[in-house]
């Protein structure tokens, strides 16, 4: 992380920041789509903000002087329950989220890094993400090896580890 970031571990009790990161994501074109009770009444939405480390969860918090800047996690949706990037059971879907006036520091491509580690480190074998068109992030996620998945939903993107 820059010199002034620090991450810490995501936990089950950061709720809000993943309902904030979820609705942040949903809305990035900066036109309010989705509202905040649309993330936590929608389940293709409120999944997304439930976070479960005895299910294999992992993910990091991004913060500066005690205030959070971005979070990044992987969730293991299984097919009763599928996200977006759903790719296979077993596979788990990426959410990365820099709040507005941290982008362009190179904190998303540090947490993108950190959590593929921590995946690699954990033996998972692929890590997979939903970016829809037109999303400027795609070019990081090129940059770190994510590919579009044939057959997938468009906008569907893995890499391998």
């Known amino acids: 992380m820059p010199t002034q970031v620090t991450a810490r571990p995501l936990t089950a009790s950061d709720r809000e920041l993943l309902r904030t990161a979820t609705l942040a994501n949903v809305n990035w074109t ?15 939405l409120r999944h ?17 002087q005690g205030l959070v800047v971005g979070v990044v996690w992987a969730l293991l949706l299984g097919a009763e ?21 941290y982008r362009g520091q190179g904190i998303g ?12 480190r954990r033996g998972v074998r692929q890590v997979s993400l939903s970016v829809e068109a037109g999303n400027p992030s795609v070019r990081l996620y090129r940059a770190a090896g994510f590919a579009p998945v044939p057959g997938a939903a468009a906008g569907t993107m893995a890499v391998d580890l």
């Open 30 to 44: 900066g036109e309010q789509r989705f509202t905040a009770r649309d993330v936590d009444e929608r389940p293709d």
């Open 81 to 101: 329950d599928p996200g977006y990037g759903f790719v296979a059971d077993g596979v788990p879907e990426l959410g990365l989220c820099v709040w507005s006036g």
């Open 48 to 64: 997304y903000t439930v976070f479960r480390p005895g299910r294999g969860d992992l993910g990091f918090v991004a913060e500066r």
């Open 109 to 120: 491509g540090r947490l993108l890094r950190q959590a593929l580690a921590e995946a690699r």
